[in-house]
Nanobody, 124 residues
Framework: QVQLVESGGGLVQAGGSLRLSCAAS????????IGWFRQAPGKVREFVAG????????YYVDSVKGRFTISRDNAKNMVYLQMNSLKPEDTSVYYC?????????????????WGQGTQVTVSS
């Protein structure tokens, strides 16, 4: 099993940056692909970015390409989401999630483990 805890959210002005962290527990963390999702009030949870178990492949939703970067450090059981040039429409609760290795999944239902989420608010 994998337990995930997000941190790093907060309030930032448009154009600013935040780095979200996802701390994982479990000896098999390095076997899991990790995805970042976000969910705004009244909206469906959407895929933001994903990274394969070994960090070789990443994938982003079009709306964050060139602004967000996902990375991982398996030695530390950590995954990061660097968010630059933030926009008010990025305001959401951000979640990290894990599924066993293979292709990066973009549907929330494809993930087995989830963190509790961290709030990101971007003011205009």
């Amino acid at each position: 099993q994998v337990q995930l805890v997000e941190s790093g959210g907060g309030l930032v002005q448009a154009g600013g940056s935040l780095r979200l962290s996802c701390a994982a527990s479990g000896r098999t963390f390095s076997s899991y692909n990790i995805g970042w999702f976000r969910q705004a009030p009244g909206k469906v949870r959407e895929f933001v970015a994903g990274i394969t178990w070994n960090g070789d492949t990443t994938y982003y939703v079009d709306s964050v390409k060139g602004r967000f970067t996902i990375s991982r450090d398996n030695a530390k059981n950590m995954v990061y989401l660097q968010m630059n040039s933030l926009k008010p429409e990025d305001t959401s609760v951000y979640y990290c999630a894990a599924h066993l290795s293979g292709l990066i999944r973009t549907r929330a239902g494809g993930y087995s483990y989830w963190g509790q989420g961290t709030q990101v608010t971007v003011s205009s």
